[in-house]
């Protein structure tokens, strides 16, 4: 079975850090799409970052570039989400997704979420 469980949320003041990660099981890490969403207060969910294994390739929504950092570790099947300079707006729950090929399909997998509070 296929799990990703995410933590390091929690609450920071505007322009303070955190890195979030996502330990993955049950499907070949390496090979998998990883990528991180955020859904705010009465908003949609929204790509974040994304980080494409077999195309070696990130890509951050204009909001977060250059205060995000998506990485991955192979060996501890693990994506991080690091995070620098954050600002109220980016108050939301925070949510890994893989995917990756199996059987001749895509298969797309969520966490459960880690909830991350930006306020003074």
């Known amino acids: 079975q296929a799990q990703l469980v995410e933590s390091g949320g929690g609450l920071v003041q505007p322009g303070g850090s955190l890195r979030l990660s996502c330990v993955t099981s049950g499907f070949t890490f390496s090979n998998a799409a990883m990528s991180w969403y955020r859904q705010g207060p009465g908003r949609e969910r929204e790509l974040v970052a994304a980080f494409i294994s077999g195309a070696g390739s990130t890509n951050y929504a204009d909001s977060v570039k250059g205060r995000f950092t998506i990485s991955r570790d192979n060996a501890r099947n693990t994506v991080y989400l690091q995070m620098n300079n954050l600002k109220p707006e980016d108050t939301a729950v925070y949510y890994c997704?893989?995917?990756?090929?199996?059987?001749?399909?895509?298969?797309?997998?969520w966490g459960q979420g880690t909830v991350v509070t930006v306020s003074s």
């Open positions: 997704k893989a995917v990756y090929w199996s059987f001749s399909q895509n298969v797309e997998v």
